[in-house]
Nanobody, 118 residues
Framework: QVQLVESGGGLVQAGGSLRLSCAASGRTFSSYTMGWFRQAPGKEREFVAGISWSDGSTYYTDSVKGRFTISRDNAKNTVYLQMNSLKPEDTAVYYC???????????WGQGTQVTVSS
């Protein structure tokens, strides 16, 4: 089973960039579909981006398309979320998640705070 640890969050001005990283333990990382979710204060957790275990296909919620890029490095057991052109509405706790063989996400990291100031 994989354990996830996020890093890279912080405070940035609107229009700026951040790169989140999620390091996974174990030797089965390549068999997991990986995703990023976020939860803003008073709102439900929402899907942001995902990357397939099988062919590297990527998926994004509409609000981040063209601004965020998800990628993975299986040799380093790490998934990334490059966030550009950040907006105040991107402010949230960002969570890394994993689902084995593309199944439902059932492994979660502890989250990392991203704050975008206007």
């Amino acid at each position: 089973q994989v354990q996830l640890v996020e890093s890279g969050g912080g405070l940035v001005q609107a229009g700026g960039s951040l790169r989140l990283s999620c390091a996974a333990s174990g030797r089965t990382f390549s068999s997991y579909t990986m995703g990023w979710f976020r939860q803003a204060p008073g709102k439900e957790r929402e899907f942001v981006a995902g990357i397939s275990w099988s062919d590297g296909s990527t998926y994004y919620t509409d609000s981040v398309k063209g601004r965020f890029t998800i990628s993975r490095d299986n040799a380093k057991n790490t998934v990334y979320l490059q966030m550009n052109s950040l907006k105040p509405e991107d402010t949230a706790v960002y969570y890394c998640a994993a689902g084995r063989w593309g199944a439902q996400y059932d492994r979660w990291g502890q989250g990392t705070q991203v704050t975008v100031s206007s």
